[in-house]
Structures are given as C-alpha cells and as structure tokens.
C-alpha cells in the first residue's frame, strides 16, 4: 500500500507489527535533496528536514531512535537514553518504541517473529554486512519464535561495482559471501547486497524472507523519482525504514 511518503512492506506479519518504508518525494527539501529527505547530516536545509521529520513523526506512535550509523556491526536494545547510539542496527522487545535506519544505496533490514514481540532495524552496508550486523543483531535478540526478516530498497547487484578489497573483506569474514560477487575484467566485482543478506539470515535459520531478492525488486541507484542513491548522485539525501510493535 502506497502513502504520498511512504509505503508499507509486502510481508506476512502478525497485526501488531507496523512498518513504513519511506519515498524520496512529496516533502520540504529542495535541489539535488529534493525532496523528503530525512537526514541533518547530508547538507540540506535543517528547516526543510525539520518539516520533513515532523510529517514522518505524524505517521508514528512515538519519535524514531536515530542511530549514528557508523558502519560497523554494533546493535543496541531500545530504548536507550544515550544521547548519541553510535550502532547500524537496534532492536526492542517494547511496545511503540519505533526502531529506524536511513539509508540511500545501503540495504535497510527489518526483523519480527511470528510471536510479534520484538522488532528490529538493521543498516546493512556492506562494511558492516560483511563484519557480522545481522548475525550480531539475531544473537542478542534470542527470539524464541521464527523470524521474519524483509529486504528493502538498496542498490542492486547490477548496478553496484566494487574493487578487490570489498570481496576480500567479505570472504575473509565468511567465503560463502562470495555468493555476492559477479567478477568483472579489471580486478573489478558487482556486488548484491541483497544476496549476501538473504544467505546470512538462512544460516541463522530465517526461513521467512520478504522484499529485494526474494519476491520484489529495487535498485536505488536506478530509481530516481522513488529513491535517493549516494552512488548514483554523491550529495543527496536519506530515505528511512522504520518498525514498531503497535500493541
């Protein structure tokens, strides 16, 4: 289901778990930020995101945590009264505690179980992809019930070339990454986020996968009116992916 900002994931969820997925248009922002973007730290007018957060704020039973993604494999519980959660992932086993990543070419992930007592989003970049933040992320959760795990939009594997040094980190962390890779002439790789994702999250038993590379299809870097994308435009702006548990 689409909004004018937003839509819903496609994914079989208990009632209680509500998600949206932002969209780069209707919003404040102008230029190449044009124009729901969700971020202060990209360049964009803070009065044109201010209006943007306040009409995301609107759709949500509470304000997001924002994290400060630093591309790495650090998840934290919610809530929590830092004032600054460096982490690229969060979760929360509380009601309307709303848990949310940006993105712009970046892999969002958004988890539940069958139970719907948890929620969880994850940043998954391929630096922090590829050192363990999903894994991370299900070994403090410790669901007791099956996981439900939905792909957002990112860049696509036919879209993102990577040199050597991306596929050695993959494999030196997990050789069946290389799943992922497409070798290209010149030392040069394209690399699927969403590959890599989805056999990480089947080997920890998460059987249940919605989204990019199961049953839909994005690519940030091609999309343009739907998408912001750091690869295909360098200063832009954040679209966001966010989970709670409703009740």
């Known amino acids: 289901m689409m909004s004018d900002n937003y839509f819903y994931p496609n994914w079989n969820v208990p009632n209680n778990i509500k998600s949206i997925q932002t969209q780069r248009q209707p919003g404040s922002s102008s230029d190449c930020f044009s124009s729901f973007n969700l971020s202060y730290e990209v360049g964009d007018d803070p009065k044109s995101v201010s209006r943007n957060l306040i009409t995301l704020n609107s759709y949500l039973p509470s304000k997001p945590y924002w994290l400060n993604q630093i591309h790495e494999n650090i998840s934290i519980e919610l809530p929590c009264d830092k004032s600054l959660l460096d982490a690229d992932a969060s979760f929360t086993m509380q009601k309307k505690i709303v848990c949310a990543v940006r993105t712009a070419d970046c892999l969002p992930i958004l988890l539940t179980n ?64 290389k799943c992922g890779f497409k070798k290209l002439p010149s030392n040069k790789y394209l690399l699927n986020l969403p590959n890599i994702a989805i056999d990480k999250l089947r080997k920890k038993g998460v059987t249940k996968l919605f989204g990019a590379g199961v049953d839909e299809s994005f690519c940030t870097y091609r999309d343009n009116d739907s998408f912001y994308s750091f690869r295909r435009d360098g200063k832009t702006g954040r679209m966001a992916s966010l989970i709670w548990i409703d009740s």
């Open 114 to 177: 069958v139970n719907g007592d948890f929620v969880s989003a994850i940043h998954a970049g391929w630096r922090s992809l590829a050192s363990g933040i999903i894994e991370n992320t299900l070994n403090k959760v410790k669901s007791t019930s099956q996981i439900i795990a939905w792909l957002g939009p990112s860049i696509s594997g036919q879209s993102y070339e990577v040199g050597r040094q991306v596929f050695d980190v993959f494999t030196e962390y997990d050789p069946d990454s």
